[in-house]
């Protein structure tokens, strides 16, 4: 199972990181919509009393771990040339 983990990340923990990231980013995009429907509206409360608006957080570490792997990306596409 690791080495599935390693083949999906090219081996780069930078990848791996930044889809952790993204993973966050969504779970904090559907937070709203996933305590209105589990019908606790005060998950929502806490959350956003500690983060801020859950949806514009979760907007941004999505466009982070984007950047991020299409940057690492390059960085490795450079090195198979030269190497």
């Not at 779970?27 to 606790?40: H, N, P, Q, V, W």
């Not at 956003?48 to 950047?67: C, F, H, M, P």
């Amino acid at each position: 199972m690791l080495a599935r983990i390693k083949t999906a990340c090219m081996h780069s923990m930078t990848i791996a990181w930044s889809y952790c990231i993204a993973f966050a980013g969504a779970l904090a995009s559907f937070i709203d919509d996933l305590a209105d429907t589990l019908g606790d509206p005060g998950v929502k409360d806490q959350i956003s009393s500690a983060i801020g608006d859950v949806k514009t957080t979760g907007r941004i570490l999505l466009v982070i771990s984007v950047v991020t792997i299409i940057s690492r990306l390059r960085t490795l596409r450079r090195n198979d040339q030269c190497g």
